[in-house]
């Protein structure tokens, strides 16, 4: 099977939790859509355990981002002094940042800004449409607007191409009031029968703030969830 989740925020119990009630195993398949560390204590652990899992792909959210234009701004400033450098990457991480390796720092400079495939993009926060409300080329667009982008949860931005877009970023309850996936199918009045009956689905449940983390399956196009205790 194949999943989409975004936006774990360092809940390494969480992603535990739902890897073991997906009953996830070497056949499966995961894409990450940023945003794993920061806000929750485990930021480190997590983005370790992520980068150990051959079968699960992370892109870059805007918190890694933010922590990778950090560590370019100590570079500037240390460039002969990695061992100062590593600390304070460290200390960036209050709860659990004294896990945090070198290896660790090139897997997260090495997180792709979107993964696309046959039937689906994967960003972060969203892509910016043109007039005819296409999606731009991803080619065109930049990492910070993919990243940081606020207009693509709106329900109304409905882009036209076949693919179907999978986001996080923004907190699904902002939407609708509820921690849950939101899903924008092309046709409401028929059942969907694949993920190209889709225009986009809003994936970030709000792990960290409500206690909520869902994935949803490409295959099977049902969510699922887990919570805390």
């Known amino acids: 099977m194949r999943y989409v989740v975004s936006d774990i925020h360092g809940e390494y119990t969480l992603f ?10 070497d056949r499966d398949e995961m894409i990450v859509c940023g945003d794993i560390i920061d806000k929750g204590e485990s930021s480190v652990a997590l983005a370790q355990y ?9 892109i870059v959210g ?11 701004s100590l570079l500037e400033t240390s460039p002969n002094d990695f061992d100062a450098v590593l600390k304070q990457l460290q200390a960036y991480f209050p709860e659990d940042g004294h896990l945090l390796d070198w290896d660790l720092v090139d897997y997260l400079e090495g997180l792709p800004a979107y993964i696309e495939e046959a039937d ?5 926060a969203g892509i910016p449409l043109d007039a005819s409300r296409r ?9 910070e607007q993919l990243v940081n982008d ?35 199918r092309r046709n409401s009045r028929v059942p969907a029968a694949s993920i190209r009956d889709y225009f986009k689905i809003h994936l970030d449940t709000g792990s960290w703030s409500n206690g909520v983390l869902g994935c949803f399956c490409i295959d ?10």
């Open 220 to 229: 099977t196009l049902k969510a699922v969830y887990v919570k805390k205790d």
């Open 120 to 124: 689906l993009i994967c960003v972060h």
């Open 16 to 25: 535990k939790r739902l890897l073991q009630k997906l009953d996830f195993s």
């Open 135 to 143: 999606l731009l080329p991803l080619s065109e667009v930049s990492v």
């Open 150 to 184: 606020r207009k693509f949860k709106d329900p109304a931005v409905l882009p036209k191409d076949e693919k179907c877009v999978f986001f996080g970023h923004t907190q699904t309850d902002c939407i609708c009031g509820e921690s849950k996936i939101l899903g924008y």
């Open 50 to 58: 992520i980068s150990s899992l051959p079968n699960v792909r992370c």
């Open 62 to 72: 805007n918190h890694e981002y933010a922590f990778l234009q950090y560590y370019h």
